[in-house]
């Protein structure tokens, strides 16, 4: 089924919900039965937030792909039916319906399906005759938050079950949006991921997967009585204990055991963790308590290492980006799971290395392209409904999209998408005087550059509107990928202009005693800022090998660059000389091979690891895969 008759499907049928008053953290079931002259058939299906399938009691669908309201992303999928028989359909769907994380858009609770058979006729179509009810097992409004950026968790009893008897039909809900069907592909279930069980006490158990795991909880085990359980969860342990409480974060799930057998698969919450433990109220008999690991179906590319410690730096940011890969780019898997640009910048480069996909890029750059904000600069993460932006990400926008293109040659995507491009430019041209770009000042601005002193833009603090040496670098270097863009698809743009212009203003307002100072009036040095400066050009050959000279001392009297920043760090030694590409192999398995020393399975976030932010760093961040691209571009990989 090609996606016009797909579309043309879904657009034959209704949007329907369970109530017309649905309120957050809500679960329904909806109930249905078809018949089918074929074993093999396809599900259309769309829905707000969340849903799986159950089809004569199996499982045979989950994971609605994240989007924005306006264009609501559909799945295609082949399932497995009874032939000349009843089938039976169970339909779970989870309404987030909160407007406060970073990892969502609020829309209309809202479900859409059809079961269609190899003719094209729909055996099975959602509208009002579907039967629903408030699902009895998920335990809806609980409210129970996991962090700012993930949402809630559940509380799941085992106890209840749907009272058919109050089944009714399904509300119409009115028509809204553009469907359209997922661009990547499917995440499946791997299988139980791998673990030890330690009985700590009554009722008390630790879990350890032995590295990081991503997926969702799967439970089997036998419970002498109906008995609550806390599920906490965490990267790293304390002694014998995690701390699964930092903050206002809580990262722990509810289920009420019922006497007997349980066996619980979720699909609804995708939890990032190394290790579990368990409060029962009383000693459980388990068979299986821990995460069925949720992957996307990437195509790695094999290479043949020599240098050992080369070989385990490869193979621990291939495992990285395999964990921050789902539904789209994510930053990390234990305590955000969100979309944001300067994140999958690093991880499309990154990944190009190891993987043949180019879909999961162009898939994240459409999400990204259907943001909108009247200031015309990107949200912080994609899809959300969050005020909060980081203008610098804005920019790597551009560098993400140059680089597809350059990869793919994919000239009909990029025009789809260039009308954003050319409306966050018009964003940070509307703050373009005098040959310099000003940061953003207005409410709900973070002015972002990286997790360093100086540099981490003070969030939730009054920010001020200057000229400053990274935005207006950051700035150049995405003007060259848009002009380079333009050119591929026949545009013009005639903005060639604005670089001799920007260097003059730049070099005067921030060029200071042989360095580049962070702004008129802030004499800050960053390595960051400085080896940005190279790449913008705004340093002459002489100038930039001295800078290089101070990049590669260590004891810079530069801020030194973190995990994200150091690419821009290794490319502007790389423009200044061949030669340095020793230097950074080395800075590379001094910072890497340190994390693995550690006991890292996946790298972190920053150098100081779960330390970091209050004891919340993540230990998995895609951002930290960037090595495997230099090894790459050396010829290590063979």
């Known amino acids: 089924m090609d996606e016009t008759k797909a579309i043309q499907i879904l657009n034959g049928v209704k949007w329907i919900c369970e109530n017309t008053t649905s309120k957050k953290d809500e679960y329904y079931s909806y109930y249905s039965s078809f018949y089918s002259s074929e074993e093999e058939i396809s599900l259309l299906i769309v829905c707000d937030s969340d849903c799986a399938v ?3 009691n199996s499982l045979v669908y989950f994971g609605i792909s994240p989007s924005y309201p306006d264009h609501p ?16 359909v169970k339909i779970i769907v989870y309404y987030f319906g909160a407007d406060t994380f970073s990892s969502y858009c609020k829309g209309p609770s809202r479900l859409k399906f059809a079961f269609v058979s190899s003719s094209f006729e729909i055996l099975l179509g959602s509208d009002e005759e579907v039967l629903s009810i408030p699902n009895a097992s998920y335990l809806s409004h609980k409210e129970k938050e996991i962090s700012p950026q993930l949402g809630y968790s559940y509380f799941f009893d085992a106890n209840k079950e749907d009272d058919l008897s109050s089944l009714h039909k399904s509300f119409l809900v009115a028509d809204y949006g553009e469907i359209e069907l997922r661009t990547n592909k499917k995440c499946f279930h791997a299988g139980r991921a791998i673990n030890q069980i330690r009985k700590i006490g009554t ?7 032995s590295k990081e795991v991503v997926g969702h909880l799967d439970l089997e085990f036998v419970s002498k009585t109906k008995q609550h359980i806390l599920i906490t969860y965490a990267e790293h342990k304390e002694n014998n204990s995690l701390v699964y409480k930092i903050g206002s974060r809580d990262f722990s799930i509810d289920y009420i055991a019922k006497p007997g057998q349980n066996k619980f698969l979720d699909t609804f919450r995708r939890i990032g963790l190394r290790y579990m433990e368990i409060f029962c109220q009383d000693d459980i008999d388990i068979f299986y308590f821990g995460i069925n690991e949720v992957r996307y179906p990437f195509e790695e590319i094999k290479y043949k290492i020599e240098d050992p410690l080369v070989k385990k730096i490869y193979d621990t940011c291939v495992y990285t980006l ?6 789209h780019y994510e930053d990390c898997p234990w305590r955000e799971q969100c979309l944001y640009t300067m994140d999958s910048l690093m991880q499309a480069l990154a990944g190009s290395v190891c993987f043949e996909n180019n879909e999961q890029i162009k898939s994240s750059l459409k999400l ?25 990400f804005s920019l790597f926008y551009f560098q993400t999209v140059e680089f597809y293109l350059k990869k793919t040659n994919d000239l009909e995507f990029v025009r789809s ?77 005639n903005l060639e202009y604005i670089f001799e212009e920007n260097k003059k203003a730049a070099r005067k307002e921030f060029f200071f005693n042989g360095y580049f100072k962070m702004s008129k009036d802030n004499e800050l040095l960053s390595q960051y800022g400085n080896a940005l400066a190279i790449l913008a050009g705004y340093s002459n050959d002489d100038e930039s090998k001295f800078i290089a000279k101070e990049l590669t001392n260590e004891n810079t009297l530069f801020v030194k660059a973190t995990l994200v920043t150091k690419p821009f760090l290794y490319d502007a030694l790389l423009k200044v000389s061949p030669l340095y590409k020793e230097y950074i192999l080395k800075d590379i398995k ?24 209050d004891n919340a760093g993540s230990l998995c961040h895609g951002w930290s895969s960037m090595p495997i691209f230099y090894f790459s571009r050396f010829g290590l990989l063979k």
Not at 203 to 209: A, E, K, Q, R, S
Not at 322 to 327: A, G, N, Q, R
Not at 590 to 613: N, R, W
């Open 54 to 56: 159950y089809l004569n």
């Open 73 to 88: 992303i559909a799945d295609l999928v082949k399932v497995k039916c009874k032939k000349d028989e009843k089938n039976v």
């Open 203 to 209: 009722g008390h158990y630790l879990i350890d997967f």
């Open 322 to 327: 395999w964990c921050c890969y789902h539904e």
């Open 368 to 392: 990204i392209s259907q943001d909108f904000r009247k200031d015309k600069l990107l949200s912080i993460c994609s899809p959300s409904s969050s005020n909060l932006t980081i203008p610098s």
């Open 417 to 493: 998408i260039y009308p954003k491009l050319k409306d966050i430019l018009e964003a940070f041209l509307s703050n373009y005087k005098d040959g310099l770009v000003y940061t953003f000042d207005k409410q709900g601005t973070w002015n972002f550059y990286e997790w360093s002193n100086g540099l981490d833009g003070g969030l939730m603090q009054k920010q001020v509107k200057k000229a400053d040496l990274i935005l207006n670098c950051l700035f150049v270097i995405s003007l060259r990928s848009f002009i380079a863009i333009s050119k591929s698809i026949g545009k013009q743009t």
């Open 590 to 613: 001094k910072v890497y091979g340190k994390m693995l020393d550690e006991g890292a399975t996946t790298f972190y976030e920053t150098e100081l690891g779960y330390k970091d932010f």
